[in-house]
């Protein structure tokens, strides 16, 4: 592929517009309730005899820092904490000072104008299921590949620090499947667009993209997503698995920036092109899962008509664009943005997120989201 070739949103994400409703509504869940999932895993296991730890100063620093900072799902959350779905979605409106009026103002005009408190409490709880359902998978996904990382990735202090962020992700798979159990109402399957991108990811025989894929993309909208979630979640348990699932994830995606920018400065144009072309895709997919079409679809309501509503409310686009907080500057670290001819800025630019390239990166920050001495010094006592 040449550097001076633009591909097309059709060979990329298989539409023209990325904001085309009926295509994205298209890509639909196979029926079932299959319990497995398989996916074709093309890569090969590296082994390295250089055994000399620290030859990479800032991964064995991560590593450091991820050897201190465990904790234990069990023991370190307080799962007695009683949690009402419906009194959680009750203190979310409160917290966003949404009123009856406000909200009949809201929709006035829109397939939700008819709806009454009934309607938007259930709304409201299963949007909570599929939210945190999403999450769970996802960071099964991130399990997974991380795994994947451990078995391909050349250098002995990214196998190193891979082996503890598959700790990391099996204790997050945990916790978020027990909050559903037990705190909510079940779960929502995996969403489509969610998988496809997952499935990408892991059937890529090359290290790299699976680091991009997913320790820049996937784990950089879910760290901003679970900070966003953090702040204004009213719920004490869940605030609490939100901030020790953070102080995790930030090491997460700062593993992927230190070992990217090291590989990418050995990479062609046509490899970078690839590079920022898989970005793009990554990007749009998640952008198009944060539609909840599988909630809309389960309500009484044109479900086409929702979906277009959502895309077109305001509120939810400064959501949605925030949820890109961390990947954008991240991949300006990796020097993604404007490599060659600043391709994936342009495409940055159209899904409307390219206002966050100065915030900064995740390996600059990263520090700032760790457990302090007293977190840490709770969690010892609990596992002791």
Not at 154 to 165: F, L, R, V
Request: aromatic share 10%; charged share 30%; net charge negative.
């Amino acid at each position: 592929m040449s550097t001076n070739t633009r591909s097309s949103n059709e060979a990329l994400i298989g539409r023209a517009d990325v904001n085309d409703i009926e295509a994205i509504l298209a890509v639909a869940a196979e029926e079932g309730e299959e319990n497995v999932r398989a996916v074709k895993d093309n890569a090969d296991a590296i082994f390295t005899w250089d055994y000399e730890k620290g030859r990479r100063p800032a991964l064995n620093k991560l590593y450091e820092k991820a050897k201190h900072s465990q904790w234990n799902g069990e023991t370190d959350l307080d799962w007695s904490i009683e949690v009402d779905p419906l009194e959680l979605v009750e203190m979310q409106r409160h917290s966003f000072g949404q009123t009856p009026e406000t909200r009949a103002a809201q929709i006035a005009g829109t397939p939700f104008e008819k709806w009454g408190d009934k309607e938007f409490d259930q709304l409201g709880m299963e949007s909570n299921n599929w939210m945190l359902s999403q999450f769970m998978h996802g960071e099964q996904g991130a399990l997974i590949c991380t795994a994947k990382i451990v078995e391909t990735v050349p250098w002995i202090d990214a196998k190193y620090y891979a082996a503890t962020q598959v700790m990391d992700e099996a204790r997050h798979v945990e916790v978020f499947a027990k909050y559903l159990d037990t705190k909510l109402k079940g779960h929502y399957p995996l969403n489509v667009h969610l998988g496809l991108l997952l499935d990408d990811i892991i059937e890529d025989s090359r290290w790299d993209m699976t680091y991009l894929g997913m320790q820049i993309m996937v784990e950089g909208l879910a760290l901003a997503a679970f900070g966003l979630m953090h702040m204004v979640t009213p719920e004490p348990l869940l605030k609490q698995l939100l901030r020790y699932v953070m102080s995790d994830e930030a090491r997460h995606v700062a593993f992927g920036v230190l070992s990217l920018k090291e590989y990418y400065t050995e990479l062609t144009f046509d490899e970078i092109r690839e590079r920022q072309e898989f970005a793009f895709e990554a990007a749009v997919r998640m952008r198009d899962r944060l539609l909840q079409q599988e909630v809309l679809a389960r309500m009484d309501i044109d479900t086409k008509e929702a979906v277009k509503f959502v895309m077109d409310d305001p509120g939810r686009q400064m959501f949605q664009q925030m949820l890109f907080s961390k990947i954008v500057p991240n991949c300006k670290k990796l020097g993604l943005l404007d490599a060659g001819d600043g391709w994936l800025r342009t495409k940055f630019q159209e899904l409307g997120v390219i206002q966050f390239e100065d915030l900064t990166d995740t390996s600059d920050e990263y520090e700032s989201f760790a457990l302090g001495q007293s977190e840490l010094a709770e969690s010892t006592t609990a596992i002791a």
